[in-house]
């Protein structure tokens, strides 16, 4: 006969239960520590969430206490955040405001976070910089080859968006020279293209929206950035929502739950309705269940299953580019959205069908011929993509 587990076999089975449901609390960590004194410091009081480690998430703030609906999750000080006015502020501030032409807002929070990371003690921002990730997994930190086996709208951002930092890089370099007189070290030294990659990364990850005015010294892109520590640990989910923003009575930035949350419960905010794509290519992972996934077919895989030698393809081609329906074509979780139908609906007309391109684009039916070739191709092309990402997924495994 098999022996009954006793009572303190169940609880230690629940308790192991319940770490890998909740997650284990890293708040006895030194460097959470540091981090929770220096931001006491700063103003920022006692709150219910706590650094944890998830098994589906990573690192995350679990709550200490149930949270209801239209609660405050955090309330934290400005001065917490890391900001331009931070910035200007700085031993840099000096020499962004003498600089022509002026830098970005973007360009002098990079360079703070560069030339912080590299004063190492000495810097004020120490305890904040010791828990930002020291590596990112978006697609401008993986190598060629990884990028290579991205789908091929997103592999084609990825590329942008690589080119886009390294001529950020380029551009700076100047600037990161006239800063010389404040380190002891070569600047070139210090701000490499890895050190801007990685403070990039930072920034464009970590960042909570906070719109500043606009000040002669810096470009006229949008000053919208702030890095928030402690807040910038909460992970993403798409199935909640919150309300957040910066608070001008009390200078605090505060983030209000819309949803329940049970006690040990990882805490999740929203970063906007995004498909796994775009989660990628700007915060470097992607949501399981995304009720906002997408597929995206490209015009060249649009345009392989429609005959070369149709005398109207570049009439339908110039239409479509006309009315903005060559790109962000997708399948959904409800299968091919409305700008895919459209624009297969258009490239199927017949010759004698061709005046109809007005009511195409508005929904009509022109004809079941129409109808039944453009579904006919939906189906193709989602074939085509599926067995395209298998092929992928076996050179990869």
């Known amino acids: 006969m098999k022996k009954s587990r006793g009572r303190t076999s169940r609880k230690r089975r629940r308790k192991r239960l319940q770490k890998f449901m909740y997650g284990v609390n890293c708040s006895q960590k030194l460097e959470y520590i540091k981090l929770k004194k220096w931001l006491k410091d700063r103003g920022f009081g006692d709150s219910s969430l706590r650094p944890a480690q998830f098994w589906g998430t990573g690192r995350g703030l679990m709550t200490t206490k149930a949270l209801q609906a239209g609660e405050l999750v955090i309330s934290l000080p400005e001065k ?19 600089w022509k032409p002026p830098v970005s807002p973007l360009i002098a929070l990079c360079t703070f976070l560069i030339a912080e990371k590299h004063a190492g003690e000495r810097s004020l921002w120490k305890p904040y910089l010791d828990v930002l990730p020291k590596t990112y997994s978006c697609p401008v ?41 404040l380190f002891a070290e070569n600047t070139a030294t210090i701000f490499n293209y890895s050190a801007l990659e990685w403070a990039w990364c930072t920034i464009n990850t970590r960042t909570i929206y906070m719109k500043h005015s606009q000040r002669e010294c810096f470009s006229l892109e949008p000053d919208v950035y702030a890095l928030a520590p402690y807040l910038d640990l909460l992970n993403h989910s798409p199935n909640v929502q919150v309300k957040a923003a910066f608070n001008e009575q009390s200078r605090n930035y505060e983030i209000q739950t819309n949803s329940q949350c049970k006690k040990h419960e990882e805490v999740f905010i929203c970063y906007g309705p995004h498909d796994n794509q775009r989660l990628l290519l700007e915060y470097g992972f992607v949501a399981v269940d995304n009720p906002h996934s997408s597929v995206y077919v490209s015009s060249d895989t649009l345009l392989k299953y429609f005959p070369p030698l149709d005398k109207q393809k570049n009439a339908k081609l110039s239409i479509l ?71 992928v997924l076996l050179q990869e495994f």
């Open 80 to 98: 917490c955040l890391v900001t331009t006015t931070t910035v200007l502020n700085s031993c840099l501030g000096e020499y962004i405001m003498k």
């Open 141 to 181: 930190c993986l190598e060629q080859d990884v990028v290579q086996l991205l789908p091929e709208p997103l592999r084609k951002q990825a590329q942008e968006q690589r080119t886009a930092v390294h001529e950020l890089y380029m551009s700076s370099k100047a600037f990161f020279s006239s800063l010389q007189s």
């Open 321 to 391: 580019k006309d009315h903005d329906l060559l790109e962000n074509l997708t399948f959904g979780w409800d299968g091919p959205s409305w700008r895919l139908l459209t624009a297969l609906k258009v490239l199927s007309l017949g010759g004698d069908e061709f005046t109809c391109w007005r009511r195409a684009l508005l929904g009509d039916v022109i004809s079941a011929r129409n109808e039944q070739q453009a579904l006919n191709i939906t189906t193709k092309i989602c074939h085509f993509l599926i067995e395209e990402t298998q092929h």
